[in-house]
């Protein structure tokens, strides 16, 4: 009997079986051979599930990205306050660093592809810093220019995933 098997599931798999080749090789060096033995499968089974090198990169990047923002969504909401979810998103930084910084290495990449390709991710984008957003509680707030404190903390979370890894004292 046939082994039956869910398409979108294994699919999903294969995208964070990648996630690690693409963040810790980046995406000029990660060849379809390298992230099939890293997912533990050929390059044609890649081949099946994804049109190219940059569909796949582009799977990864998305899905690395929902998730993520499903993440820091459950973990602003349990919180009360400014303070409180600053700690739960501290706390969250704490435990997911590795996570955090090959996601930070992803959007390094993203970076360098063409502006058609960045504008594509802008609702992704803009997901991020409405999350970011609701971590100030803006009656706690009484200057104008709010939503500089989303670029700020913003940077100072990147910051700290890159200086954590620098020195991880």
């Given at each position: 009997?046939?082994?039956v098997v869910d398409h979108a599931?294994?699919?999903?798999?294969?995208?964070?079986?990648?996630?690690?080749?693409?963040?810790?090789?980046?995406?000029?060096?990660?060849?379809?051979?390298?992230?099939?033995?890293?997912a533990g499968v050929t390059a044609?089974?890649?081949?099946?599930?994804?049109?190219?090198?940059?569909?796949?990169?582009?799977?990864?990047?998305?899905?690395?990205?929902?998730?993520?923002?499903?993440?820091?969504?459950?973990?602003?909401?349990?919180?009360?306050?400014?303070?409180?979810?600053?700690?739960?998103?501290?706390?969250?930084?704490?435990?997911?660093?590795?996570?955090?910084?090959?996601?930070?290495?992803?959007?390094?990449?993203?970076?360098?592809?063409?502006?058609?390709?960045?504008?594509?991710?802008?609702?992704?984008?803009?997901?991020?810093?409405?999350?970011?957003?609701?971590?100030?509680?803006?009656?706690?707030?009484s200057f104008p220019g709010r939503?500089?404190?989303?670029?700020?903390?913003?940077?100072?979370?990147?910051?700290?995933?890159?200086?954590?890894?620098?020195?991880?004292?």
């Open positions: 009997m046939p082994k599931e294994y699919r999903e798999e294969l995208i964070w079986s990648c996630f690690a080749t693409f963040a810790d090789h980046g995406f000029s060096r990660s060849t379809m051979k390298l992230l099939a033995a890293g044609g089974t890649l081949y099946h599930y994804f049109e190219d090198k940059m569909k796949l990169f582009e799977s990864v990047v998305i899905t690395v990205a929902e998730a993520d923002l499903e993440a820091l969504e459950r973990v602003v909401a349990r919180a009360q306050g400014t303070s409180a979810k600053l700690k739960e998103m501290g706390d969250y930084l704490d435990r997911n660093e590795v996570y955090l910084a090959r996601q930070n290495r992803i959007w390094c990449e993203v970076l360098q592809m063409d502006d058609n390709y960045k504008l594509s991710l802008r609702d992704l984008y803009e997901r991020y810093r409405s999350v970011l957003r609701s971590v100030f509680d803006v009656s706690e707030i939503g500089h404190l989303t670029f700020l903390l913003a940077s100072l979370t990147h910051g700290l995933i890159f200086h954590h890894q620098y020195d991880p004292g």
